[in-house]
């Protein structure tokens, strides 16, 4: 298995690769999918497999325009329209009532399916060759972090992938908001760079937030968030509690990633720094956290972000990567 630069010949191969039944790992603007042919069970199984995930998690199907929604959704409501023609292409995952006809491997068994169009020129091309939905979940193992570089899905996935195609670094950096517009009202299940306040404005309605959500951003203990993780421990610490913890535990090896502030170096820490712009530290935040964990730390101290909405998803997948420190 190797990576391919993403030309439109390559992109061509990679279509055929996944009508063939093969997996395909492909940039999107949030980070790198793990695509299969959405309609192929024997396609989709490989990618649990491959994956290491349980087959009751639903992969997010992803498609060349809001077009061919009708295609795989149902009683489509007003809704998924004002967002789709407000955001498409989008980092937004739009959850509808599946058809009859939608294979329930990529739904987890639901009735339900979620559909995205992402905003990246090598997805929407591949989209094109292949003509159909492409399933495609973030390409790491589960329970780890999501890549954002062609090179960390050949570490996540290695050999159970047929074909990388590289488009360089995503721009995002963190998976899609998605929306459940299934039921009577739009609820919220992930947060990401389209913003609550943003689809209320564009819907003029309240979008909910279901508690397991709300839990897992606030760190309230018994939640099971087992996701985004690196292997080393890492932990969430404000900035003025930063240098203590550091002087005083010289027998550990240790990372911090910042945010915005400057903290002088230690012969036992090194420092990678963030800038305290939301949209930068997005695209990097992945990246940063595998640099420091591929180091052999003892711990990874993480500078606490703001509070403000634009830093919600960031603090939703920092609220689950440090998940160790937090009592279950
Ligand atoms: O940004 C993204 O969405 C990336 C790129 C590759 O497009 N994909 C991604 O997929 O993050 P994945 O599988 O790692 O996350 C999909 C999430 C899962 O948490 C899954 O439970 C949820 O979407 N999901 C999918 N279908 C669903 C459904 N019918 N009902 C509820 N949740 C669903
Ligand atoms: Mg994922």
Redesign the pocket.
């Known amino acids: 298995m190797s990576i391919f630069n993403a030309t439109s010949h390559t992109i061509k191969q990679a279509a055929q690769c996944l009508r063939g039944g093969g997996l395909v790992a492909?940039p999107?603007?949030?980070?790198?999918?793990?695509?299969a042919d959405a309609r192929n069970s024997e396609a989709l199984k490989r990618i649990f497999i491959a994956k290491n995930?349980p087959q009751d998690?639903?992969?997010?199907v992803?498609l060349a325009s809001f077009e061919q929604f009708d295609a795989w959704a149902c009683d489509i409501p007003d809704s998924a329209v004002m967002l789709a023609q407000h955001f498409f292409p989008a980092?937004l995952?739009i959850?509808l009532k599946?058809r009859p006809d939608i294979n329930i491997v990529v739904?987890?068994g639901?009735d339900?399916?979620?559909l995205?169009v992402?905003n990246h020129p090598v997805?929407l091309d591949l989209l094109r060759a292949f003509g159909d939905g492409i399933a495609?979940?973030?390409?790491?193992r589960f329970c780890r972090i999501?890549p954002t570089q062609a090179t960390h899905v050949l570490q996540e996935l290695g050999d159970s992938v047929d074909m990388i195609l590289d488009g360089g670094a995503c721009q995002?950096g963190?998976?899609?908001t998605?929306i459940?517009l299934?039921g009577d009202h739009p609820m919220l299940?992930?947060y990401?760079q389209i913003m609550r306040s943003e689809l209320e404005k564009v819907l003029n309605l309240n979008v909910l937030i279901p508690d397991a959500l709300l839990k897992s951003t606030v760190r309230t203990a018994g939640m099971m968030a087992t996701?985004y993780a690196p292997s080393t421990p890492a932990m969430l610490c404000e900035n003025t509690a930063i240098p203590h913890f550091i002087e005083t535990n010289t027998q550990m090896k240790m990372g911090l990633l910042s945010c915005g502030d400057a903290f002088s170096s230690y012969a036992h820490c090194t420092v990678i720094s963030l800038p305290a712009n939301p949209i930068i530290y997005a695209q990097n935040l992945y990246a940063k956290l595998r640099e420091l964990d591929a180091l052999d730390l003892d711990v990874i101290l993480v500078q606490t972000p703001p509070q403000t909405e634009d830093w919600e998803a960031i603090n939703d997948r920092l609220a689950k990567a440090t998940h160790h420190f937090r009592e279950h």
Do not use: M, W
């Open positions: 492909f999107t603007e949030t980070v790198y999918g793990l695509g995930r998690h639903p992969l997010i992803h980092p995952a959850i599946k739904t987890g639901q339900t399916v979620a995205r992402p997805a495609a979940p973030s390409a790491n999501s995002i963190v998976e899609s998605i459940d299934s299940l992930r990401g996701h």
